[in-house]
């Protein structure tokens, strides 16, 4: 799953005919896995830095596409999320992905904004 694509362009000369199936969710997927091992990371190294703001909303984004990833998980803190992103991101499992792309960034830039005010 990491290698798949450096695998497949580090020997595409062996198979030029050969085809690479881009996954787009599985990208989705990575970048979360990322967010974690990061939290984690910090963690272990008992720093008391955060995500970033793009992290933080990414994290919001993904469950909201996803809101299977936190569906078995109960406690106030997790039902405080899921009550923010039903209220962030109403009606998202109807959206085609390229409009939940953009509300995410649209809301994200909205909210860099009240930042700077």
Known sequence: MLRAAQNFFKHANNDPEGQFEFEENRNYDMIFLALLEYST???HKQENRKFSIPMSFYEIW??????????DEESAEIDQLKKAIAKMFPDFQSLP???QLARGSI????YEKTLNE
């Open 97 to 99: 992905k390229f409009e």
């Open 107 to 110: 809301q994200l830039r909205d």
């Open 62 to 71: 993904y469950f909201a596409i996803n809101p299977e990833a936190l569906a």
């Open 41 to 43: 990371l910090l963690k």
